[in-house]
């Protein structure tokens, strides 16, 4: 029976991981709905290096509009002018004349109406909330519909549509499941959208595709449509796009062509003219590129290339023809299982190309599983049947998700049966290598307006004649055709249409990528899934900003690899939104490729140093087993400047060993973390991101603080400490408690939990009931503030405070465990006090064959406030004076005179266990010795964890405005940067592909409300600006504008800052432009 591992190791050359492709789609039902261009949305997608607009009727990029193909998103450098999907058929009219209608949708140049209306794609209604601007998109269920159309039980129970994440899942006013390629809820991709439309509005014919209903136009065909993307460094320069074809009407058409029209726009909005471009044979792919290499506008350098890589293509299956060359003849994607086929070949027509084309010999299967990937459940106890814990592989039945995912919510049909299901994964509707593809049949490289998609007759000649891919280059305002034909297509068909668009530095980097699109593809868009995204929040403060998130990223689960393979947590801060800065590691090739973050916190768990397996030669930091946190204190910012900060989580990545002895696996990956910034500069973040500027706060702030001192009533001897995260939440006032309780006999493990209180007016309120401690925790924010705990996991000495508390003894001490002991041993989690006496004052316990006897001293714990049980060993009848006797020289180190505490133990075989023992020692280089006296104490201290009845209680003061305080604070208003030098390093930019964005300077160290007055040096007056903001904030922004709106001149001006009851400041500052 094939093991997981090599199961893995199978798909190890994909570097594809995780998620099951759980697409329904290959003979989809038709939405009842028809397309309208009023449903038309336009949005951007932006989940990777790649930014576009995309409009919902298979439009991709729109020029002029930006973005359209900018790479990398945040340069404002742009590739692509607009990508258009098109069919067209050969028909009869109800004349009886033959017509080829074209079915596309275009900025320009398509078919219009009498009245201007457009003829040819518009979307249905519902596949988005009609609230929304935008189609929907897999990270914002804002544009999510109430209820899918196609998935009317893919409803949440959990959220209602609030703005609030009820469910506490990450995803705000999710009332419905993602609608995913990959199933029900499931979003593998980092960013994906789906929408659906028709042809419906074209009413250029006089033809009826179904002849028993007039009011249906066009051809009768419907697309549902995706685009993916990934942010996996591998992927992070694509876009992919998949469309599924209907034919949902009633008439069989015999010759069709799927199509796409690129028009490029290499080097920017005004810079096509000089593109140049060439399909490649060694690629198997179109590219372009500028000719100066120089882009618009500004003039930058260098500009990269763009390339356009045909994926799937429409099938015949029932030709009689292995048209895809596979060794397989008519492949189909609804034939269902079939039956079981254990006798070579297994129905494969040609072994030679299937063996040359799947990279294996063909391998007994199911008769519907043309192509051999489909795995069954692994029955690992061989009792015939599936039980929980097994892997099941990709038999999860019809809904395609397994026990481990999200959403999964019992067995359905299919599941664990042993037999391939329509909707699981690697079968029938999921497997785009069982379809019998026909491939791309023609390829045009033209000066763009050559053809115009207006023009049906003319296009159906090109798409007819064009010759196959060939190697040739065209320098112009570049358009190409990619098609796909002739095939036919019957009613209530499906096939699929899909390419990706790719950006790289150059020709080398653009061959990398497609292999990497390639690998994607072949693996049915499944993709190495990182872990989930934490859930950040970010505190501004005085030169300062905090950082807290969460632990849910930390139980991600892997369903590929059947395991939980977080690793750590990665910290990102840059000043623009793109985190671009931050991408300062290449790869062998000089290719920026990492982002360095500004800290790294990974688990102590043995796996750090860099990962084996490397990305285009270079290695992924795993983190050098720090430990995880869960707040950071960035100090390394200034004030006025605007930050934005990511906190991603990422795995171990995967590593074996191939039977040849060499290494292979899979690289680390990272979750995404966007940050959207739209052309008026309006922000949005994702759950892991976060915008934020640090300010000084307002002249007379005193901030919050404790008020006395923390209460400490503690066996465990960790560390506390209150921290201020949100000082204008603090409540003033209030007193809390922090309680810890464990589960553990003896106090001796160090996971004890911990729940803090609001016990103000004598009342005991719940904030916070949380889970285990761990060697250091920062608790969830909790009425502004946060609980730091370090504690003690492991019981072990002190050896600080362990030795003489009175006394001069000058004999060295050893308090350790007894290794002869070793099955009875415990790290007894206490404090003891060994008192000595010139009387006898105790005696000790007779235990394991040592004798009870009198003894000069006592034994008392300390933590748990009682006398503790000891054995006294004594071995010399010389020293049996009930005093222990330091080891001299000439004594074996067994022959010694020791303490050995005892305490019971209920764990324990004999009840009881032994625990710290105390030895004294002679030591000739400390002079004459000095024995213990009577009234000596030694003391035993060791660290332990935190346990039932352990407190700390401390009350707090709230964050205030102190008038006096202000007054003396006047002095410290000042402008920022003064002089002012051509501009400010917080400036923002321009939300435009190009310019400066708004100047600014800052006021600072204000009162809370003041009027600022800005003058001439001859006193005219240049603008006022009102300051009111709570005790936080003293800083105020001027955008170095008149009251007036006029730009300022430079030169020498004078502020004068008035506060009400507090007091006047006058100063000057320079302007120099």
């Not at 150059?506 to 990497?516: E, G, M, N, V, Y």
């Not at 904030?767 to 250091?776: F, G, I, Q, R």
């Not at 430079?1050 to 009400?1060: K, R, S």
Request: with cysteine; net charge negative; hydrophobic share 35%.
């Amino acid at each position: 029976m094939r093991t997981r591992r090599t199961t893995i190791r199978l798909w190890i050359h994909l570097l594809l991981l995780s998620g099951a492709l759980m697409a329904l789609w290959a003979q989809r039902t038709p939405d009842p709905n028809v397309g309208d261009p009023i449903w038309r949305r336009q949005g951007i997608m932006d989940g990777n290096l790649v930014r576009t607009i995309f409009i919902n009727w298979g439009e991709i990029a729109h020029w002029p509009d930006s973005p359209s193909g900018e790479w990398p998103k945040g340069t404002g450098h742009q590739y692509v002018d607009g990508v258009a999907l098109i069919v067209q058929a050969r028909a009869i009219d109800n004349n009886g004349n033959v017509i080829h209608p074209m079915e596309t949708q275009y900025r320009e140049f398509v078919d219009t109406g009498p009245k201007g209306e457009l003829w040819g794609w518009a979307p249905l209604p519902g596949y988005f909330y009609p609230k929304s601007t935008e189609p929907a998109m897999s990270d914002d269920p804002s544009t999510w519909p109430d209820v899918w159309p196609d998935q009317p039980d893919w409803v949440n129970p959990g959220e209602v549509r609030d703005g609030i994440d009820n469910d506490e899942n990450g995803l705000v006013d999710d009332v419905v499941f993602w609608n995913g390629f990959f199933g029900k809820g499931v979003r593998n991709a980092d960013l994906e959208t789906y929408f659906v439309f028709d042809d419906d509005p074209d009413e250029e014919w006089d033809f009826y595709p179904d002849p028993t209903d007039t009011t249906r136009r066009g051809l009768g065909l419907e697309v549902a449509a995706r685009y993916f993307q990934w942010s996996q460094v591998l992927a992070e320069d694509v876009i992919f796009a998949v469309y599924f074809i209907t034919n949902e009407g009633k008439t069989n058409y015999d010759s069709v062509y799927y199509a796409f029209y690129i028009d490029w726009g290499v080097g920017g909005t005004d810079d096509s003219s000089d593109d140049t471009g060439e399909y490649d044979l060694t690629l198997d792919i179109a590219w372009a590129w500028d000719y100066d290499g120089y882009g618009t506008p500004g003039r930058w350098f260098p500009v990269g290339v763009a390339g356009f890589a045909f994926l799937e293509s429409p099938g015949i299956k029932d030709d009689n023809v292995d048209n895809d060359d596979d060794g397989l003849v008519d492949e189909r994607r609804d034939s269902g299982p079939g039956v079981w086929l254990d006798t070579y070949p297994y129905g494969v027509d040609d072994v030679e190309k299937f063996i040359q084309f799947y990279g294996r010999e063909p391998r007994p299967h199911w008769s519907g599983d043309e192509d051999q990937d489909w795995r069954p459940y692994e029955d690992v106890n061989e009792n015939g049947q599936w039980d929980p814990g097994e892997p099941l592989n990709d038999d999860v039945g019809a809904d395609g998700i397994g026990p481990l995912d999200p959403n999964y919510t019992g067995p359905d049909e299919g599941e664990a049966d042993g037999i391939p299901t329509d909707g699981e994964p690697n079968f029938d509707k999921t497997d785009k290598d069982e379809s019998d593809q026909i491939g791309l049949t023609g390829f045009r490289i033209f000066p763009v307006h050559t053809y115009e998609l207006w023009n049906e007759e003319q296009n159906w000649k090109v798409f007819k004649s064009a010759p196959p891919p060939s190697a040739g280059q065209v320098t112009a305002n570049l358009g190409m055709f990619f098609s796909s034909g002739s095939f036919p297509l019957k009613a209530g068909q499906t096939e699929n249409y899909s390419m990706a668009l790719i950006f790289a530095e150059d020709r080398d980097d653009l061959i990398r990528t497609k292999k990497t699109v390639q690998q994607i593809y072949n693996a049915d868009y499944r993709f190495a899934k990182p872990p989930d995204k934490p859930r950040l929040i970010a505190i501004p403060g005085d030169k300062k900003v905090t950082l807290i998130w969460d632990t849910r990223a930390e139980q991600s689960y892997d369903p590929f690899l059947q395991e939980y393979d977080f690793e750590g947590y990665r910290i990102y801060r840059s000043t623009e939104p793109e985190f671009l800065e931050r991408r300062l590691i290449t790869d062998a090739y000089g290719r920026l490729t990492f982002r360095k973050p500004i800290a790294q916190f990974d688990l102590k768990n043995g796996i750090k140093g860099l990962h084996p397996i490397d990305v285009q030669g270079v290695k992924f930091d795993l983190g050098e087993d720090t430990g995880l946190r869960h707040v950071y204190v960035d100090t390394d910012v200034q004030n006025g400047q605007t930050y934005y900060y990511a906190v991603v989580s990422y795995d171990r990545g995967f590593v074996d060993t191939s039977a040849i002895g060499t290494l292979e696996g899979i690289a680390p990956s990272e979750c995404p973390s966007v940050i959207k910034v739209d052309i008026a500069g309006n922000v949005q973040v994702d759950i892991n991101t976060a915008v934020v500027t640090p300010t000084a706060p307002a002249a007379g702030y005193v901030p919050p603080e404790l008020d006395g001192e923390i209460i400490r009533e503690t066996a465990g001897t960790g560390d506390f400490e209150v921290q201020f995260i949100i000082p204008d939440s603090i409540r003033d006032g209030h007193t809390y408690q922090v309680e810890f309780a464990d589960t553990t006999v003896l106090h001796d493990r160090g996971t004890p939990f911990y729940m803090i209180y609001d016990i103000t007016d004598g009342q005991k309120v719940l904030k916070l009931d949380t889970s285990v401690v761990h060697e250091e925790t920062v608790s969830p924010i909790v009425d502004g503030f946060v609980v730091k705990i370090t504690n003690h996991t492991e019981v072990d000495v002190d050896p600080l405070n362990t030795g003489w508390l009175i006394g001069d003894s000058n004999l060295k001490w050893d308090v350790s465990l007894d290794d002869r002991f070793a099955i009875l041993n415990t790290k007894y989690p206490a404090d003891y006090e060994i008192r000595f006496s010139d009387q006898i004052i105790d005696t000790s316990y007779s235990f394991l064959g040592f004798p009870a006897v009198p003894t000069k001293f006592s034994v008392y714990n300390l933590t748990e406030d009682r006398p503790a049980k000891f054995i006294f060993r004594e071995y010399y009848d010389q020293y049996r004076d009930s005093t222990l006797t330091p080891v001299t020289e000439d004594q074996s180190i067994d022959s010694l005179e020791q303490i050995l505490i005892v305490e019971e133990n209920p764990e324990s075989i004999l009840k009881y266990s032994t625990t710290w023992r105390l030895v004294l020692e002679v030591d000739p280089t400390r002079g004459k010795p000095r024995y213990p006296q009577p009234g000596d104490v030694f003391r035993i201290a060791t660290f332990k964890p935190f346990r039932t009845g352990d407190r700390f209680t401390f009350k707090l003061r709230g964050s205030r405005f102190d008038r006096e305080k202000a007054k003396s604070d006047l002095d410290r208003i000042a402008v920022v940067p003064n002089p002012y030098v051509v501009a400010a390093s917080w400036e923002p930019r321009s939300p435009f592909r190009f310019g400066r964005g708004e100047r600014r300077i800052y006021f600072i160290n204000l009162p809370p409300k003041c009027t600022i007055r800005i003058y001439t040096i001859r006193g005219y007056l240049v603008d006022v600006i009102e300051h009111n903001s709570d005790v936080n904030n003293g800083q105020a922004a001027w955008n170095l504008l008149s009251k007036d709106n006029q730009e300022i001149a430079y030169g020498v001006y004078i502020y004068h800052v008035e506060a009400p009851g507090i007091g006047e400041k006058i100063g000057k500052f320079a302007i120099i432009k």
